[in-house]
């Protein structure tokens, strides 16, 4: 693993393979609204400014000539994007995901700092390797 990240000049360390979750797709916008109070919060300030965005489950080739589109879609629960713009602005890509409560912003601090620690240099293969024997205790 150090050599190949050596010479790739890769600086991810995998400690094993890992399965990423499969997030689901809520398919229905009043569905989505329901079960999700920062979409229904953002949805109720947008359509003061852009009117009541278009749900759409995938973005198609098409859509990309639209002048000015006001989407937004699905990309795996709770996260929603949407795409819009307004006349003489460019397009703005939001993302709409719930807030950090004040503990995760607390562990997501914790869980940074301890990479900041270890975000440092090698000067040899066995220097790395002590590092990354230390990052996936």
Request: hydrophobic share 35%.
């Amino acid at each position: 693993m150090v050599e190949q990240v050596l010479q790739q000049k890769e600086y991810v360390i995998k400690k094993d393979k890992i399965e990423l979750p499969v997030y689901d797709i809520t398919r229905d916008f009043n569905d989505a609204l329901r079960k999700y109070d920062h979409l229904k919060e953002y949805i109720e300030k947008i359509s003061k400014i852009v009117g009541m965005p278009e749900w759409y489950i995938e973005l198609s080739r098409e859509m990309r000539d639209i002048e000015y589109p006001n989407i937004i879609y699905p990309v795996g629960d709770p996260i929603f994007i949407h795409i819009y713009r307004l006349p003489g602005e460019s397009l703005s890509y939001v993302a709409i995901e719930p807030q950090l409560t004040d503990k995760e912003k607390e562990l997501l601090e914790k869980i940074q700092s301890k990479i900041v620690k270890f975000a440092v240099e090698w000067e040899t293969k066995e220097n790395m390797q002590d590092i990354y024997d230390q990052l996936v205790r």
